[in-house]
């Protein structure tokens, strides 16, 4: 295989994380992870799913907040339609809470609602008995707002959010 040179060259294949000498059957086989049935790694249509539903959610709760702690007349004034200023509000307020839903929901039960709806959850692959933790989950997180990380996966199916943080997210 020759040299990578730039990034211009293009991703390598196998990659460069993936054993050349044995490739996987599956996904997740190199994780330690099952052909298929719970323990196994979950789709990318799944997760895409479960991400929608987490979406979802999180738009519901922001637009219930805008009844609180919407803009003011002023605010409303300065945009010139309140349907533009609800607009602007529950797009930054989404983000955070889907932001704020992702880490706590992880941290403390090891899955987001979307991906309870979708019988899926998230998992150490480094050492299996912890619980993914705050910082990993706030991370992950993090890292799926972006939208990219989650779609870019590796032949395990993991996105690049996962590889970040040592996570996958399994069928359970």
């Known amino acids: 295989m020759a040299e990578k040179h730039s990034w211009l060259d293009g991703p390598q294949v196998p990659g460069e994380f993936d054993n050349p000498d044995h ?10 992870l099952t052909k298929s049935g719970p323990g196994s790694q979950a789709t990318l249509l799944r997760r895409a799913g479960g991400i929608l539903i987490d979406w979802i959610i999180s738009l519901f709760l922001s637009s219930g907040l ?3 702690m919407g803009p003011s007349e002023e605010q409303v004034k300065q945009f010139g339609d309140p349907f533009i200023a609800w607009q602007s509000f529950t797009a930054t307020a989404t983000l955070g809470i889907f932001l704020v839903l992702g880490t706590i929901s992880v941290w403390i039960f090891a899955r987001t609602p979307g991906q309870w709806a979708m019988k899926m959850g998230v998992a150490r692959v480094d050492d299996r008995t912890q619980r993914v933790g705050f910082v990993r989950a ?20 993991r996105g690049m959010h996962d590889r970040a943080t040592g996570t996958a997210v399994i069928l359970g």
């Open 23 to 32: 490739e996987s059957d599956y996904p997740g086989q190199a994780l330690g």
């Open 66 to 68: 805008y009844v609180f």
């Open 138 to 157: 706030f991370v992950r997180s993090l890292l799926t707002l972006f939208l990219l990380p989650p779609a870019i996966v590796d032949s395990d199916m």
